[in-house]
């Protein structure tokens, strides 16, 4: 059952990949509040990945991490009103990350053209290098337009068709 479609409000807004996070839509490279349809954030196309009060968001070179806060803000009479934005927790760079992206726990594993990362996504993290959040990189033929985790192994689907499985020691 369709909820609501604001037609006129958001005709020049949306895409094919939809992906619904918590209480928020992301269709587009916008957030939308999905109880109601309305724009709460704008972050640009993305591939994204729920993250704890919050998100990742993959592009072909950077992964970055944000968290919903509550700011009061004054709306268009003056009057303070309590509204939800967006903080940026952090940024890796030289992260390939525009196909796929998941998060396992405190890591965040980011998947793109020819390579394969896994990083520290812990917010409380020391603001440090872009390097020191990176845990593991490997290269990778293709393109990674999949990503899994299951028994402590992660897998990998590529654009030609082949599934890689990585695991601990091996």
């Known amino acids: 059952e369709l909820a609501f479609f604001h037609l006129q409000k958001n ?13 928020k839509l992301f269709n587009g490279g ?13 972050v640009g196309f993305s591939s994204v990945a729920e993250f704890p009060n919050g998100f990742v968001s993959g592009t072909e070179n ?7 806060v509550v700011e009061e803000k004054p709306d268009r009479k003056g009057k303070l009103v309590k509204v939800q934005t967006l903080k ?6 030289q992260v390939a990350a525009a196909n796929c992206l998941v998060v396992a726990g405190d890591k965040v594993v980011a ?14 993290k020391e603001e ?4 020191s959040r990176v845990l593991w990189k490997s290269e990778l033929a293709g393109t990674a337009c999949g990503l899994a ?9 590529t654009n030609d068709g082949v599934i890689h499985c990585y695991a601990p020691g091996g």
């Open 11 to 23: 005709r020049a807004i949306g895409g094919t990949f939809a992906a619904l996070l918590g209480d």
């Open 30 to 42: 916008v957030a939308f509040a999905a109880e109601a349809g309305e724009v709460v954030a704008k």
């Open 62 to 68: 950077q992964v970055r991490a944000f968290g919903w």
């Open 88 to 93: 940026s927790l952090w940024t890796v760079n």
């Open 111 to 124: 998947g793109g053209k020819e390579q394969i990362t896994i990083l520290d996504g812990r917010i409380s």
């Open 128 to 131: 440090n290098p872009d390097a």
């Open 149 to 157: 985790i299951s028994d402590n192994r992660l897998f990998v689907a």
